[in-house]
Each structure stands twice: as structure tokens, then as C-alpha cells.
């Protein structure tokens, strides 16, 4: 039997005795508790993570037995000296990828992280090659116009308007 | 009525195809009988989906069970409250909803330009009757609310069926802010579309450079202001409602409706980029496409379950039809501005970089990459399946970590952004009008360290927060001194004065406060706390300065739903606070539950109690509650993001010239060396 089956196995056996005597929330140790924001309550049922399970809309607005299983696996993993790490690669080879709350930082999901660096830096990119372009645009050229000394009435005008433009909020 | 119903729809679509091609032969024609006809017809269509909507909630209020999408989602003992939010319950009924509130608009539209602007308006009624063709499309012959209900008989033809009464609506939408939210969301995504309408006709008719601008402005501002309601509205439900203690998970629906805001958010700002200084032309005009686009996406991602959501009410095979308008539209504004984008060259060049034209650069850049990274965040899950085979989990967890960062980014820009000049802002100016502010800022994030804001992100949000709120409460009092100098009012009365001058400005400011105060309420989720615990007569539990003491429990049936309720005691320092009720609902026809979750609400934090109903071991009451601290904020902020749009819509009150007799006492000098007869007064215009 793989490691990934007993994971499996064991979760079903740990859902039996719960039917006998309940496993509290109260009685998970605080690291369970925290490795269970990062693994998904797998009842197919919720979509949430195994530590706030909770059933919206269900008869009973709590943990379910699915999620109190996992939890409890943890905490036996932990007992065993386990690290974080392991037990979630334990519960993904159980379950697949899809037991992890957030995408995990390796493989095709490391995408997942990366990229909103990349739209931010390229983003940026644009922003500050925009910023150089219009620097580098000449100011427009006001030539004298006419018979007149100065400037043109059409462009006094156009000024006049842009700076009342300009100047207001 | 369900035959009425039909008959407007299809009349409807006939109206809408005519309106649609007989502009584009007024368009190239230009034979003024023919712009009159198509906006007449353009109106027809909208009247006649008037009726087809009104005729639906007919069939809900006279419990007409022979119609399928009433008998879906409908039942005679549903609160007349709730067959009105009945409509928008299904696919087929929100699809007609679409219609509905495009329609006001549409028709406000053509009403309120029906002797304005006659190069443009052909334009824009063409915009907005191909728009209307495709939701029309669906209301008839998709998704058509108007189905009679029918069963396969012996021979296996389908006979018509009425039943006695309705499988009744989901609990989960048996609550008042259900018949509120989508409305308003539902009004943010299609008030953009005129926006868009206006902006693909300008750049079709080669329109004057800012003129559409001008004209869209209010109507943008509505739309943005609906979609803000209805996401705060919507996280407000789900806080209240589905009892696990969050207002925001992260949802693909609850992303997609976030996602034409942030879009929008950067077109209200960046069009002042164009209107003062002619520049971000070509920019202005995509962002509008891509917010009417994210609009359509959203309403296909809530309707198609292409994502899985816990609130993704419907799926169906209404896919390739959004995906194929998505991609119509696309092309159409892509082909527009190849055409015509010669139209769209900038004016002006940037005189320096620290200047309010860079940080609208900066503020649509992050807007824009929360508004990205939020979405493909919400469509990893496809893309993973597609590329691995795998299905990834993109929760919660994943878009805090993204967009926190980004959102105080931003925050810090609502800060900065407005107190720098147009074209150049000198290091002087920058020392006036931020030194104070982060002095405050600096002050206010110490006295929250020592008050016990120990987390990073909320201390950083919370210093950022005060520092915004000074920027602005000084930009108000700088104005209104200058005002009261004159005037001699109360400084309110002068600050009130000041905003009335410049509602575009002083509402825009008002607006910012509002989501500083939205911002308070963010920071607070980083120290939520919850307890559950099961629970008999007489017991109690702690949390934080609380302490609960469960006092009884009863049932009672109600119409609809039986609930089961516990009578909870509050005590805080041994002293009796209130009494809290959190019910658990059962619904009768449906068979389902829901939760009426009991909040005792102040602005230091939320008691939040779920009664999570029987436990299935012991079969004892299980209560949880939940201590969230500053939720209130964001709630008070939505209200003054509301109040600042409000007051941005009004039209300025310029302070003029007037002159009148007036008193003057014998022997007092003349003020200012003005004659008797004349003195300053200041008038609405």
C-alpha cells in the first residue's frame, strides 16, 4: 500500500469513530489548526479550508466529518514528527493538487504566483517608458501670427480656454 | 400573460434588429426620417421589455404555476417581498433583468439626447441596439423566461402542466439584501454600457476630441457608483448571511464583479488626464471597451459556472453564446480603432515627473494590475486543467497575499495623487501639503502599534489610512478657511460651500474617504477571532470581553421556513449587555437551511454569533462566534463613497457677482472703496 492510499484509508477509518465519540474542534492542536487553513476540506461539499469548514446553507453550520478527519490526520502526522511540508505533500498525493487552499509554489502553478510580478513590472515598464516619451515630446511652438505683434486671436484663445482647463478641478 | 410576455420579448428583438440596421442606414444615408424612425424604434424596445419584465412579475405575483421559471423559483407562500427578488433567482429571469436596467438606461439615454448631439447619437443608438440584440437573443430564444411548464406524456409528446404550488426560492436569497444587491450590480454592469456606446460611436463618427467625455461623465459615475453599492451590498450578504464570519471570499462571482470596477475606477480617473490636458486618448477609450467587456465576462462568469462558485446560482449552455458576443465585441472596437485611431492623438507633452499627470499613470497602473491579477488568479483553475490536466485551488489565501500589496499601494496614491499640481509640482508645495499629513500618520500608526496592531499589513494599512484622511480633511480645511475669511460662516458652513463650488473635486475627495474608512474596516480582518462550542442550558462560552450564556431555545414556525433560535445572553465585566437571537431556518418546500446570523455591532468590533445547529454527534445546540474588529467601517465607508458620487453628480454652484442695494450706516467708512449702493453676494447659477 502506497503512502497516498493509508493517508486515504486512514482518513476513512478516522471518520468511524467519530460517529462514537466526537472529536471537538477545541481538542486539535494549534499547528493542526494552521496547516488545516492550507489543505481544502475535501467533502466536496463546502470548497473551504479543512480549519474553517463551516457548510453554509447546510443543516449543520460547522465542521463536517470530512474536515474533522483531515485534521485529525494532521495531528497524528504531527505526532509522528512530521513537518508541515510532508504532511501536505502526503495529503496531495492522497487527494491531487486540489487539496491545497492556494496554488503551490512549484511546477505549472508557480505561474499562478509569478504572475502578478510580471504584470506589475512590465506595467511598469510602460509607465515609465510613457513618462520618458512625453518628456521628450517638444512643447508646442507659439509663433507670432498675422499683422499683429504677439500672438493670434484663434490662439489666444485656445491658450485662454486650456488654461481655465488646467487650472480648474 | 406568459403569451404577452413572449409577444414583447419577440416584438422587442424585432424593434432592436430595426433599430440597429436601420442606423446604420441612417449612419450612411443620413435621411433624417430614418434617425427619427431607429430611435423610435429604440425606445419601442425598451418600452416593450418594460412589459415583458412587468409581465414576468405578474406571473409571480398571481402564482402561476404553469410557468416553468415560476415554478422554479416560486412558491404561494413566498413573501411578496421576495417574488419581486424572484426575477433575477434563475438564468432565464436575470438574463431578462439584464435587458430590464439596460433598457432604463438605454431609454434615458435616447430621451435625454433626443435633439442633442445629432452626428453622434445615430452612432451611439447603434452601439446600444447591438447590445440589446444579443441579451435579446437569449431572452427569446436561449434562455427564454416564458417557457410554459411541461411534462412527457405516455406517448412521449410533452403535455402542458400547471402544478398546485412552486419548488419555492433558495433560502440563501430569502434575505432583504438579496433583493437590493443585484439590482445594483446588476445596474453598475449595464450603466457601462453607455459609456462604451458613447465612446466606440465617437470613435466610429470620428466625434470631437472630449466631447464624448463630457457627456458620459454622470452617466459613468452612476454605473461606477451601482457597482460600488452592489459588491458592498454583496459582501454585507454574505457577512450576515452565510455565517462563516467573512464578508469576502474571494469568489469567482464576487472577482467578477470587482473586476469592471477596478477598470472603471481607472477610467474615472484617467479621463481627467484627457479633459484637462488632451492626453491618454487611445488609453481612455480602451479602458472603457475593456470595462464593458469585464461587464459581459462578469455576467457570464456569474450565469455560465464556468468557474466553480459557491454562488454561481445557474449553469447552462449559455457559454459560446457570451463567449461569441465577447469575442464580436472585440473585434468590432479592435477594427474601430484601426480604422479611425488617427483621431486619437494625444496633445500634450509631461513638463516634470512628480506631477498629478504621473500619478494618474501610477493609480491606473495598479489598478489595472489588481484588476489582471485578479482575474487570471480567477481563471488559473481553467487555465491549469488545461495545460496539466490538473485542477488547482486558487482561494483566498492567494488573492490576499496579491492584492493586499497592491491595495495599499493605491491607498497611499488616493493620498498623494490629488494634492499634486497639474504639470509640475515643486518641492516646496510637496513639503506644505504632505509634511502634517505623514507627521499624523507617523503619530496615529504609533498609537495603533501600542494599542496592539501588531501585524504588518494592518499597521502599514492603518498609518496609510490616517495619512490619507489628513491630505484630505487639510485640502477641506485650506478651502474652507479662505471661504470663511470672506464669508464670515461657521468653518462647515464654509467647508459645505467650498464642496458646493467644486462637487467634481470635493465629492472626489469625499469619495476617497470613503474608502479610507472601508480601508480601517480591511485592516481589522487580520485579528478576527472565533470560538465554537456546543452547548446546553445555562452553559456559557468566552470571547474576547464577551461572555455568552445560552439562556433558551425555541421554535417557531413561520410561513415559509420553521426556525430553530437561541435566546443568548451577552455579558461583558459581569454585567448583562443585550440579548442576541441567531435562528436557523429550515425551508419548508425547498428542504433546505439557512442561518440568520445575530451581529451586535460597534465600531471597535462585531460580535458576530452563528447558531451552526444541532451537532450531528451529540445532537446539542452548537453556537459559534466570531469577534471581528472594525467590520463596521466598511459599511460606513460604502455610505460615504455613495454620499461623495452623489454629491460629484451635482452641478456646480459658482459663487457670482450680484449686484444690490444695501444698507449702509451713516458716517462708516466704505469697505474696500466700493459705493454704497453695491456689496459682494454670492448666488446658486
Not at chain 2, 430 to 448: D, E, Q, S, T
Amino acid at each position: 500500500m502506497t503512502k497516498a492510499h493509508s493517508i486515504a484509508a486512514i482518513t476513512m477509518l478516522a471518520m468511524a469513530p467519530l460517529l462514537i465519540a466526537p472529536l471537538g474542534v477545541q481538542q486539535l492542536s494549534d499547528r493542526a489548526k494552521q496547516v488545516g487553513t492550507k489543505i481544502k476540506c475535501m467533502c466536496r461539499g463546502c470548497d473551504m479550508p479543512a480549519s474553517t469548514c463551516s457548510h453554509p446553507g447546510g443543516a449543520f453550520s460547522g465542521m463536517c466529518d470530512t474536515a474533522k478527519a483531515m485534521l485529525k490526520e494532521v495531528d497524528q502526522q504531527i505526532a509522528k514528527g512530521e513537518t508541515d511540508d510532508q504532511i501536505l505533500q502526503a495529503f496531495v498525493k492522497a487527494y491531487g493538487t486540489q487539496v491545497y487552499t492556494e496554488p503551490p509554489k512549484s511546477g505549472f502553478s508557480l505561474v499562478a504566483w509569478v504572475l502578478p510580478s510580471v504584470y506589475l513590472f512590465v506595467g511598469a515598464g510602460v509607465v515609465v517608458f510613457v513618462i520618458s516619451r512625453w518628456r521628450k515630446r517638444p512643447a508646442p511652438q507659439v509663433t507670432p501670427a498675422g499683422g499683429t505683434p504677439g500672438i493670434s486671436a484663434e490662439l489666444l484663445e485656445r491658450a485662454r480656454a486650456r488654461a481655465s482647463r488646467e487650472t480648474q478641478d | 400573460m406568459d403569451v404577452f410576455g413572449s409577444f414583447a420579448l419577440i416584438l422587442a428583438f424585432v424593434c432592436a434588429v430595426y433599430a440597429f440596421a436601420g442606423g446604420i442606414g441612417a449612419i450612411v444615408t443620413g435621411h433624417p426620417l430614418l434617425v427619427k424612425s431607429t430611435r423610435q424604434a429604440g425606445i419601442a424596445t425598451c418600452c416593450l421589455i418594460f412589459l415583458a419584465t412587468f409581465g414576468l412579475e405578474y406571473l409571480f405575483f398571481s402564482d402561476n404555476f404553469a410557468n416553468a421559471y415560476v415554478v422554479s423559483h416560486s412558491n404561494r407562500d413566498l413573501a411578496t417581498f421576495y417574488k419581486i427578488a424572484a426575477l433575477w433567482s434563475g438564468q432565464e429571469g436575470s438574463l431578462l433583468f439584464w435587458s430590464f436596467l439596460l433598457s432604463v438606461y438605454v431609454f434615458s439615454v435616447l430621451i435625454t439626447y433626443r435633439n442633442k448631439n445629432g452626428e453622434l447619437m445615430p452612432y451611439v443608438g447603434v452601439v446600444m441596439a447591438g447590445v440589446q440584440i444579443f441579451f435579446l437573443t437569449l431572452n427569446n430564444f436561449v434562455a427564454s423566461p416564458f417557457k410554459a411548464l411541461a411534462v412527457p406524456g405516455a406517448n412521449g409528446a410533452m403535455n402542458l402542466v400547471a402544478r398546485a404550488d412552486g419548488n419555492g426560492l433558495t433560502p440563501l436569497l430569502q434575505y432583504p439584501e438579496m433583493v437590493i444587491h443585484p439590482p445594483n450590480l446588476y445596474a453598475g454592469y449595464t450603466g457601462f454600457t453607455i459609456p462604451f456606446a458613447f465612446a466606440l460611436g465617437a470613435l466610429l463618427a470620428r466625434y470631437p476630441g472630449e466631447k464624448w467625455i463630457h457627456l458620459t461623465r454622470k452617466w459613468t459615475m452612476i454605473a461606477w457608483m451601482f457597482q460600488s453599492m452592489g459588491i458592498l451590498l454583496g459582501a454585507h450578504w454574505a457577512y450576515a448571511v452565510l455565517g462563516w464570519g467573512g464578508y469576502w471570499g474571494w469568489d469567482p462571482v464576487e472577482n467578477a464583479s470587482l473586476l469592471p470596477w477596478l477598470t472603471g475606477t481607472a477610467f474615472l480617473h484617467s479621463v481627467m488626464m484627457q479633459e484637462k490636458r488632451g492626453m491618454m486618448k487611445v488609453w481612455n477609450v480602451w479602458l472603457v471597451f475593456t470595462t464593458f467587456l469585464l461587464c459581459i465576462l462578469g455576467t457570464f462568469l456569474t450565469r455560465s459556472g464556468v468557474v466553480s462558485s459557491v454562488h454561481a446560482f445557474a449553469s447552462s449552455k449559455i457559454g459560446s453564446w457570451f463567449t461569441s458576443f465577447l469575442a464580436i465585441i472585440l473585434l468590432v472596437c479592435f477594427a474601430a480603432y484601426v480604422k479611425n485611431r488617427d483621431y486619437l492623438k494625444s496633445e500634450n507633452q509631461l513638463d516634470a515627473i512628480v506631477s498629478r499627470e504621473s500619478s494618474f499613470l501610477f493609480n491606473n497602473l495598479m489598478l489595472l494590475v489588481a484588476c489582471v491579477a485578479v482575474l487570471s488568479g480567477t481563471l488559473f483553475p481553467v487555465f491549469s486543467e488545461w495545460f496539466t490536466g490538473n485542477r488547482i485551488s486558487v482561494g483566498a489565501p492567494f488573492f490576499n497575499k496579491v492584492n493586499i500589496p497592491i491595495g495599499l499601494l493605491l491607498l497611499f496614491l488616493t493620498g498623494v495623487g490629488p494634492l499634486l499640481a497639474w504639470r509640475k509640482t515643486s518641492t516646496e508645495s510637496l513639503k506644505r501639503n504632505f509634511g502634517l499629513p505623514l507627521a499624523i500618520g507617523i503619530v496615529g500608526g504609533a498609537v495603533a502599534f501600542a494599542l496592539g496592531f501588531r501585524e504588518f499589513y494592518s499597521l502599514v494599512c492603518l498609518i496609510l489610512c490616517v495619512f490619507v484622511a489628513s491630505t484630505i480633511a487639510l485640502e477641506f480645511y485650506r478651502g474652507a478657511k479662505v471661504i470663511r475669511a470672506r464669508s464670515g460662516a461657521s468653518l462647515f458652513t464654509s467647508a459645505v460651500d467650498l464642496t458646493m463650488r467644486n462637487t467634481r473635486r470635493y465629492g472626489g475627495y469625499i469619495v476617497h474617504m470613503g474608502m479610507v474608512l472601508v480601508f480601517i474596516g480591511l485592516a481589522g480582518a487580520a485579528f478576527n477571532r472565533d470560538t465554537q462550542k456546543e452547548m446546553q442550558l445555562g452553559s456559557t462560552m468566552q470571547i474576547g470581553p464577551y461572555t455568552l450564556v445560552l439562556q433558551s431555545a425555541d421554535s417557531r414556525p413561520e410561513r415559509n421556513y420553521t426556525a430553530q433560535r437561541m435566546i443568548i445572553e451577552v455579558m461583558r465585566d459581569n454585567k448583562s449587555l443585550m440579548m442576541l437571537y441567531p435562528e436557523k431556518r429550515r425551508f419548508v418546500t425547498t428542504v433546505e437551511n439557512g442561518t440568520m446570523v445575530a451581529i451586535y455591532s460597534t465600531l471597535k468590533e462585531d460580535l458576530y454569533v452563528v447558531f451552526a445547529g444541532q451537532s450531528p454527534d451529540t445532537q446539542l445546540p452548537v453556537v459559534h462566534a466570531y469577534l471581528n474588529p472594525l467590520v463596521k467601517w466598511i459599511w460606513l465607508g460604502g455610505a460615504v463613497v455613495v454620499l461623495g458620487t452623489l454629491v460629484a453628480l451635482l452641478p456646480n454652484r459658482r459663487a457670482v457677482l450680484v449686484l444690490a442695494g444695501a444698507q449702509q450706516p451713516a458716517g462708516q467708512p466704505l469697505a474696500h472703496g466700493l459705493p454704497s449702493s453695491v456689496t459682494l453676494r454670492e448666488r446658486h447659477d
